[in-house]
């Protein structure tokens, strides 16, 4: 879509606007996968935590 101006000839070009759309809850394994990430995200922020005062 484009608008000009008939005074000092500005042009306006607007974006698409893209479809919308609905995120859909994660399946149970999904759940899973997550759980376990973050398992091993906690476990390793941990033994570094450790590490670090360990070391100092």
Do not use: C, R
């Amino acid at each position: 879509m484009y608008t000009t101006s008939d005074e000092k000839g500005i042009l306006n070009n607007y974006a698409k606007e893209p479809k919308l759309y609905y995120a859909e809850f994660p399946t149970k394994a999904q759940q899973s996968t997550y759980a376990f990430q973050g398992v091993v995200a906690i476990l390793f922020l941990t033994s570094i935590v450790l590490i670090t005062l360990g070391v100092s």
